[in-house]
């Protein structure tokens, strides 16, 4: 059974930094592009980063420059460094494994940045 597993969500506020993991069970999460979304009520999925399975990554515009996305593939894990953090990045976090004929998604961690 696959599994992603987000964590390290909380309440910060303004200007702090939270780390968000993401541990895979079930597959080796190296044979996979991983991508951070977030979401928040009433609003559509955004696109926050992605790490391809060799390496390069890229940004949602709003996040870049203050978001870093890296994997450990020996720990089947990615992970997102969130500086700067502003009240707007406040969102459900969730991860997503794909690959060309598998798409797999986590239960998500929940973001609050708030004075």
């Known amino acids: 059974q696959v599994q992603l597993v987000e964590s390290g969500g909380g309440l910060v506020q303004p200007g702090e930094s939270l780390r968000l993991s993401c541990v895979a069970s079930g597959i080796i999460f190296s044979n996979y592009d991983v991508t951070w979304y977030r979401q928040t009520p009433g609003n559509q999925r955004e696109w926050v980063a992605t790490?391809?399975?060799?390496?390069?990554?890229g940004y949602g515009d709003s996040v870049k420059g203050r978001f870093t996305i890296s994997r450990d593939n020996a720990k089947n894990a990615v992970y997102l460094q969130m500086n700067s953090l502003k009240p707007e990045d406040t969102a459900a976090y969730f991860c997503?494994?794909?690959?060309?004929?598998?798409?797999?998604w986590g239960q998500g961690t929940q973001v609050t940045v708030s004075p």
């Open positions: 790490i391809t399975r060799s390496g390069p990554t």
């Open positions: 997503s494994a794909s690959s060309v004929s598998r798409n797999y």
